[in-house]
């Protein structure tokens, strides 16, 4: 039986002509039944095989269908959270821009608060001298006048 030779074709079991031949020449029917026998389970096994192959090949699309779809779902959500960070960040940094904007303000209106007593206390400094200036000089022509008084008066006095 070693020349036989079996082929599984469309679906079919075709027994070559060297079996067939062994058949028709053997007086043992019972080894013939069990050659032809296999021969069958074997096609049926393999149709079974490829069945279930096919069902498995099925399931790992199926498998790998659903995991690439999680995963462009959870790249779906991270891309959401950091468009949602972003805009966290961006109102953070609106945040942070008005309270540094008011500190800006805050320290402006300070400055200007110090300038503008630095300006009053210069001023005042200013009219004082000004005033004093003019005290002075209306002394001394009050004085003068005062002088030029008595020295009439003595001289009224002196000559009459």
Do not use: P
Request: aromatic content about 4%; hydrophobic content about 45%; some cysteine.
């Amino acid at each position: 039986l070693g020349v036989a030779v079996l082929y599984a074709q469309q679906g079919g079991v075709e027994v070559g002509e060297a079996i067939v031949d062994l058949l028709h020449s053997t007086a043992d029917n019972n080894f013939s039944a069990i050659k032809i026998q296999s021969a069958v389970r074997a096609d049926a096994h393999r149709k079974r095989y490829h069945r279930a192959m096919a069902g498995i090949i099925s399931l790992q699309s199926a498998c790998r269908g659903a995991k690439a779809r999680k995963a462009f779902e959870t790249m779906r959500l991270v891309a959401a959270d950091t468009d949602k960070e972003a805009e966290t960040s961006s109102e953070k940094e609106k945040n942070a821009e008005r309270v540094q904007a008011r500190i800006r303000g805050i320290l402006a209106r300070k400055e200007y608060t110090e300038a503008k007593s630095a300006v009053v206390v210069l001023q005042s400094a200013a009219r004082a001298i000004v005033c004093r200036q003019q005290y002075l000089l209306a002394k001394s022509g009050v004085t003068v006048v005062q002088s030029r008084w008595r020295a009439m008066v003595q001289r009224g006095a002196f000559v009459s």
